[in-house]
């Protein structure tokens, strides 16, 4: 079964405002990663957070962990319209079980 | 350096037709990864290829679903008798093991008819 769960499904806002995306996982992990997916085709890596982490940044983007709950949050700060586009996140394991997506749309 | 391959980008077939579809990982990259994504879905984990180890094949939907990898190179995913249902994206991904982001391939967009 698959491990990842995002929250929101979908997402709209305001070019400038900030979005945030929620992962849940069941199990426990070593790391946990994001990703961003343009027009249903490949994945592109955004940021992986090792269990022993609780807060990572990379330019825009805010990657938090909660292992004790079980989640992860993604926040991109002064959203731009090339944000938009689907977002996962992935826990580790042999398998890489990724979620089934956040749906981000950011209007111009 | 060249990223993931895959080939083809589409493919359209008739239902109870075999297909083949390739992925060439990143030079270098032990560990290989295929996923299925139905249309507006997230990705469903298919099969997982780590060096000479015998693969995981825990997510391949039924025994018409069979893949194979020569070494740490290229690697097909075979689908026989297609369905309908097998309609969706097959992405394919690799990485260097580890703690280590997977690369992604542009998919093969599969369509049954």
């Known amino acids: 079964s698959q491990q990842g769960e995002e929250d929101p499904q979908a997402l709209s806002i305001q070019e400038g405002e900030n979005a945030t995306m929620n992962c849940s996982y069941k199990?426990?992990?070593?790391?946990l990663q994001w990703y961003r997916q343009n027009s249903g085709r490949g994945l592109v890596h955004l940021i992986l957070i090792r269990s022993n982490e609780r807060e990572k940044h990379s330019g825009r983007l805010r990657v938090t962990l909660d292992t004790s709950k079980k989640s992860s949050s993604l926040l991109i700060t002064a959203s731009r319209a090339a944000d938009t586009a689907s977002y996962f996140c992935a826990t580790d394991g042999n398998q890489f079980y990724f979620g089934t997506g956040t749906s981000l749309t950011v209007i111009p | 350096g060249a990223g993931v391959s895959q080939s083809p980008s589409n493919k359209v077939t008739e239902k109870g037709k075999d297909v083949e579809l390739r992925c060439d990982p990143i030079s270098g990259h032990t560990a290989l990864y295929w996923y299925r994504q139905r249309l507006g879905q997230g990705l469903e984990f298919l099969i997982y290829f780590q060096g000479n180890s015998a693969p995981d094949k825990s997510g391949l939907p039924s025994d018409r679903f069979s893949a194979e990898r020569t070494g740490e190179s290229v690697s097909t995913l075979t689908i026989q008798r297609t369905q309908q249902e097998d309609s969706a994206v097959y992405l394919c991904?690799?990485?260097?093991?580890?703690?280590?982001?997977?690369?992604f391939g542009n998919g093969t967009r599969l369509t049954v008819t």
């Open positions: 199990t426990s992990i070593n790391n």
């Open positions: 991904a690799s990485s260097p093991g580890g703690v280590s982001p997977l690369h």
